[in-house]
């Protein structure tokens, strides 16, 4: 990776011989995969062998000048500040200066400025939150705090900021409550029942369903969630997924009524890959996930964010890494929980997770944790890079790490 | 995602060995230690609804072999004047698996570096946040979920409250497969499945080891002067189902790995790190190392 320094900066990481030859020979080997025939992708296709998307319909809608990967294609910042977090406490103030920091050091301009860079004051602006995890590695309230005063600070009414996320009573769970928040809207696109009968309404449809835009969907032709393994019967699928045909329909929370998406991801792994930026976004913008899991899984972080809905809304990227969680996620397990101090700026998201993966990695080599570095871990982000929507190439994207 | 409220046992759970289908006697009750009371009705999640509860982190879990899940949350009684409402809250998650070996599969790959308690007997790790520990067939985990220190010896006696009231533990004899020198410590891993080979290495697509939820797989890395390489032994049945499972893998090899030498029964790869692999068969074991720094022998 390239990256960049000032005087207030800690040594600059580089890209190290070992990552240039996993990336070297990750690109050799896709090559290599035409000739095997198996999964590998050229500019602007789906690898080849997956099932069949309608990504080709997204990528025909013409781009806006706030299409991903935003004005600053590749460039990820990271501020570190140790008060952040002091003997499990968060420090709100000390948030709120690493937030301005980023934005600013992301941008390179003041916050007024950067502000303009992505929003106008009509703009109703979804903070997309991931509660997953709560109370151990769910985004933290003081980040909301902090991203959501930069906004109502440069002119956004509160009544024009939506926190959301997929599931209602994660939200709540995770302390994001109207309450807390008070004068901003806190949504959850759908609800599902615990108790597994409460979730359908008179007409036997799930309460959910109007919540969904059912002109605006990702589909995999033939992947419907009739027949997902582990599901006992529809009832159960349909509790918490609310369809089960082979589309995902996106909520209308995000086709009607946010025209900015600000993504608030937590810095966590899932397997051996993360779920940070992409996937934040990607299972959280749409219902009928289920199905995706075992055939697309990585896939579908860079799909959906294709879709123009999220790729011409999300204009800004910040990862939550005051607390990392190196293994046992995406859900919370506070026994790989460590103090990470950090916060990650980016309007890529793709090259945002590029690096933090490549964190991650070294995380869990560091503490002894097993760790599978196989190049499918990050080829949706490789793929990402084919569709135009960000940088994944370490050897273009510009980190700049900067410490208080 | 997993939702912060309480399960408790669902009636008819088929019974194994000894162990008692999770009922009320495993929970302390309210007033436990003068200090807690349950903070709502218990709940139960059975293997079919897992999935729907844990998107995306179930799978592991049904892999190895799971029954059902009880979680019962409890809060703090005050000690203010009015003697109303709760302060710290500690949430007990039962997992009772289908054998000892499938709870201790699931601890191995969530217990990270073992942190325990010289007071508890069981095999644990504590933190501030939680106590993990397997006994028997069952897994189970005490979230302090405020993370507050001085509810860390309460946290302990949830544990061994639940702990007194299960089956005695059973041996693991999958462990005993390994050697133990220079095997590194915080290492072992169980497998069953894909899902838990794929947090050490990417052999193939699906269950290429063919497992079958059923046999099991043991893993661990060994500190060398050249490097650490990690081991992965199955015992299959018998030597028909190792050749066959052998044959599975090898013509089902990951694309990235890169064949470099072979023979009838062994096998050695060169990997997308620039490092080694060999896998062969000998009579029911399959033997396979990855992260080799140098080429190894086919023989």
Sequence with gaps: ?404 | MKRLVIFWALAGAPLYGRAKSPGPELLPPNGFLQMWDRAAPARVFAASDLYGFIDGGAELYLEFGFEQLAVQRYGQRTRNAGGTGTQGQVQLEIYRMTDPTAATGIYLANCGKETPDPSFRERHTISSFQLRFKRDRYYVIANNLDGDKKCVPQMLEFGKYVASRLPPDAPVEALKMLPRANLVKDSLRLIRGPYALQAIYTLGEGDVLQLGRKVTAVAGSYETPGGRYTLILVDYPNAAAAGVAFDYLRRNLDSYLKVVDKSEKALVFRDYDGKYGRMSYAGARLSISVHLPQKPSIN
């Design chain 1, 1 to 404: 990776m390239n990256t960049t320094g000032h005087k207030s900066m800690v040594p600059s990481g580089t890209l190290s011989r070992r990552d240039f030859v996993r990336d070297a020979g990750a690109c050799t080997l896709a090559g290599s995969a035409l000739i095997l025939g198996v999964a590998c992708f050229e500019r602007g296709q789906q690898p080849a062998g997956r099932l069949e998307t309608n990504i080709a319909d997204f990528m025909k809608a013409p781009r806006t000048r706030h299409s991903l990967p935003g004005p600053l294609p590749g460039r990820v910042v990271k501020i570190k500040d140790p008060g952040s977090l002091v003997e499990d406490r968060f420090d709100a103030a000390v948030i709120s200066r690493m937030v301005e920091k980023g934005i600013c050091g992301l941008t390179g301009r003041d916050q007024a400025e950067s502000f303009k860079l992505f929003f106008d004051r009509n703009d109703v602006v979804g903070i997309k939150v991931n509660p997953t995890g709560a109370p151990v590695i769910s985004t933290r309230l003081e980040l909301v705090d902090a991203v959501a005063a930069w906004l109502c600070r440069n002119g956004i009414p509160a009544q024009n900021i939506v926190i959301w996320d997929r599931f209602d009573y994660e939200l709540t769970d995770a302390g994001f409550t109207r309450a807390r928040f008070q004068g901003m809207q806190v949504e959850g696109l759908q609800t599902m029942d615990q108790k597994g009968n409460r979730w359908r309404d008179a007409n036997g449809v799930h309460i959910s369903a109007g919540n969904f835009d059912r002109n605006v969907y990702y589909r995999v032709k033939g992947l419907d969630g009739k027949s997902v393994r582990e599901y006992p019967d529809d009832d159960s699928y349909l509790n918490q997924n609310v369809f089960n045909d082979d589309c995902s329909y996106f909520g209308k929370l995000i086709t009607r009524r946010l025209t900015k998406i600000i993504n608030l991801g937590t810095y966590k792994n899932t397997g051996s890959g993360i779920a940070m930026a992409t996937k934040n976004m990607g299972y959280g913008s749409i219902c009928n996930t289920a199905r995706l899991h075992d055939p697309l899984f990585f896939t579908v972080c860079t799909e959906v964010l294709a879709a123009p809905v999220i790729r011409d809304k999300l204009v800004l990227n910040i990862t939550d890494g005051i607390r990392g969680q190196y293994d046992g996620g995406p859900y919370g397990n506070a026994q790989f929980i460590y103090p990470n101090h950090s916060l990650y700026f980016a309007t890529d998201p793709f090259a945002l997770d590029m690096v933090c993966h490549r964190e991650m990695a070294d995380k869990r080599k560091e503490v002894g944790r097993p760790m599978n570095e196989h190049p499918r871990y990050t080829e949706y982000l490789r793929y990402a890079e084919s569709l135009g929507l960000g940088i994944a190439d370490t050897k273009k994207i510009e980190f700049e790490r900067i410490e208080a």
